[in-house]
């Protein structure tokens, strides 16, 4: 599992280098997630309707693993100042792309954010299932 999650921070780096789009860092964000929980055999399972236009969501998650989650459901920046610093060192550990700009300048370039303080127009919840997470969007 280690040597899988190398090679996936390896390629995110590669994947994200000279990516300055917000959507396309957002859309990285999201892969590289899902390949993360797919090294420990987890899926990720979306209840809701997926946003048109982009919008913050709040984050309700127990662990890091229940974050790492909510950025595979959705293509999401996620805003790593407002996380535990543990976290945002397994982040970049990682190679996924976090916010990096003002939420504002986010969502004007399409990307949507996700806001572990729990402010957002929605709310991604994340709770544990048999095979890894579900994910609800409450908006």
């Given at each position: ?15 994200t280098r ?15 997630a ?11 399972r ?9 919008r ?7 662990c890091?693993?229940?974050?790492i ?11 790593a100042?407002m996380?535990?610093?543990?976290w ?10 976090a ?8 969502l004007?370039g399409g990307?949507?954010?996700l ?5 957002g ?5 994340v ?6 997470f579900?994910v609800?969007?409450?908006?």
């Open positions: 599992m280690i040597a899988r999650l190398v090679g996936l921070a390896a390629d995110a780096r590669r994947a000279g990516v300055a789009d917000p959507r396309d860092l957002a859309a990285a964000a999201r892969w590289i899902a390949n993360a929980l797919a090294t420990r055999g987890l899926e990720v979306f209840e809701g309707a997926v946003p048109r236009a982009p913050v969501f709040g984050l309700r998650a127990r890091f693993a229940s974050a989650a909510a950025i595979a459901s959705l293509p999401v920046l996620i805003d100042e996380l535990p610093r543990h945002r060192m397994a982040l970049r550990a990682l190679g996924l792309p916010l990096d700009r003002a939420t504002a300048s986010a004007a990307a949507c954010v806001s572990p303080d729990g402010l127009s929605a709310e991604l919840s709770d544990p299932d048999p095979r890894g579900r609800m969007l409450h908006a």
